[in-house]
């Protein structure tokens, strides 16, 4: 096939030395001139702390946090199930690893209590 005024460069090929896409030369530190990406929330300040956490689903765990990381993957120890249907009871699980996607809510268990719903009209 007719070269059309392209160059002698192979076929994908993008210019001598600069690869990476769009004309940005790849150096040997490209990795470490990055800033590090900050988890949107800071776990540190809870682990080894009761914590509860609610899923997509509707299902509702209480445990002590041992460990995360920056998917929002959790390892919780002594973990107590709430199951809300048909009557309340609890189901103990132990140790088990949470999957961060599925979480929806998580606080600490010591230091917040319920209150009654501000939105819900007199009766």
């Known amino acids: 096939m007719a070269d059309r005024g392209r160059g002698s460069a192979p076929r ?4 001598g030395s600069v690869r990476g896409g769009r ?8 990795a470490l001139d990055k800033p590090k990406r900050e ?3 800071d776990l540190s300040k809870y682990v080894n702390e009761r914590i509860r956490v609610k899923f997509t689903g509707g ?6 946090l041992k460990g995360y990381d920056q998917l ?5 120890d002594e973990v107590e199930e709430e199951i809300l249907e048909p009557q309340i ?13 599925t979480i929806t809510l998580l ?3 010591d230091g917040s209590e319920e209150i ?8």
């Open 107 to 109: 606080s600490p268990v």
């Open 23 to 30: 004309g940005t030369p790849i150096s040997s530190g490209a």
């Open 116 to 123: 009654e719903n501000p939105f819900l009209a007199p009766e």
């Open 59 to 64: 299902r509702e765990v209480t445990g002590t």
């Open 89 to 101: 009871h609890k189901r103990t699980l132990g140790l088990v690893v949470l999957r961060g996607p």
């Open 39 to 41: 988890a949107i929330l």
């Open 12 to 15: 994908g090929a993008r210019g």
């Open 72 to 76: 929002l993957n959790l390892v919780l």
